[in-house]
């Protein structure tokens, strides 16, 4: 009875060494295996196709028939792609071949789409995604494995989390050039608080960071405040006279470099953070997303902006 299902890797290797050594015995010879052993391989493949694949001569010499040479060139392509496989996969275990998911907190945006094609050049055989949003969005993309790694301000305090240092993160007040709080000289809390704030949507890792300082410096005393979204908008904003902000270093080093945007100074201001690589601890790291981890962490941070005082 024809079963194309049952046909295994050992019978058509029992194929592929009597072709090439011309005998039941000398095949045996080079499979490590006894005569009899590679017979029942071929007589098991010959029944799984239902027709005569070895003719034998003379001195036990054997010849394929034209079913037995398809079958050859079959079997040769399979071991091929096997080959391939193997190599791939080989490729893969040592990290110079696949894919890795990156998130990236919304402020990252300035430097990390520059790490990521430095990382791609170096490994070009690598595919990487990166995914962009707020603090919250980003853990939630973690703990949920939808991105191997993501680079964040504030790590989570979760026991599943683990977050390695990559560089320091300042965050600093804002203003327009020719702001009268923008002195170089620290301003008082009550001075600060006459101003309107613009500040991050709700879950952003800078909204949760200002408010926190907002409240230390008022002692509970109120101030004017907008939601205002991201980053660029609240720069915009800012340039137009709306209000001040706090904001990350990184996400405005050009603008303070061409004086667009100048610094207001204040007690515990600058506030320096530092940038985490996070990932989670139950979810062991790939060769390739160790390759990236590695990559990442010896540059020290030289990737990050120059934030001018």
Not at 38 to 60: A, I, P, Y
Not at 61 to 68: D, N, R, W
Not at 129 to 136: A, C, K, Q, S, T
Request: aromatic share 4%; charged share 20%; proline share 5%.
């Amino acid at each position: 009875m024809i079963n194309e299902h049952a046909i295994s890797l050992k019978q058509l290797r029992a194929l592929v060494a009597i072709n090439e050594n011309g005998s039941l015995t000398a095949a045996a010879e080079m499979l490590r295996l006894t005569p009899p052993a590679v017979s029942t391989q071929l007589k098991l493949l010959e029944e799984n196709l239902g027709t005569r694949l070895v003719m034998r001569g003379n001195g036990g010499k054997t010849s394929l028939t034209s079913a037995g040479q398809e079958v050859l060139r079959t079997a040769r392509q399979i071991d091929a792609t096997l080959t391939s496989c193997y190599e791939r996969v080989k490729s893969i275990r040592q990290g110079k071949y696949g894919h890795i998911a990156i998130g990236v907190v919304s402020t990252g945006k300035y430097f990390a789409p520059q790490l990521v094609a430095d990382f791609q050049r170096e490994n070009p055989n690598i595919q990487v995604g990166l995914r962009i949003g707020n603090r919250e969005e980003i853990i939630s993309l973690v703990m949920e494995g939808a991105v191997d790694v993501a680079i964040m301000g504030r790590p989570p305090r979760t026991p599943v989390a683990t977050a390695e240092i990559l560089g320091p993160h300042p965050h600093i007040f804002i203003a327009p050039n020719g702001h009268p709080l923008a002195t170089g000289c620290d301003v008082s809390p009550d001075d600060l608080l006459k101003e309107t704030f613009l500040m991050r949507e709700r879950g952003s890792g800078t909204r949760i960071l200002m408010e926190r300082l907002l409240d230390r410096l008022g002692e509970g005393q109120s101030y004017e405040s907008r939601t205002t979204g991201s980053n660029e908008t609240i720069k915009q904003a800012v340039m137009a006279g709306l209000g001040i902000a706090l904001i990350s270093g990184h996400a405005v080093a050009s603008e303070l470099a061409d004086r667009r945007l100048v610094q207001i100074k204040a007690a515990g201001v600058p506030i320096l953070r530092q940038w985490f690589l996070m990932h989670r601890r139950d979810m062991p790291l790939t060769a390739v997303t160790e390759k990236f981890r590695r990559f990442i962490v010896d540059k020290k941070g030289s990737y990050l902006p120059h934030v001018p005082d």
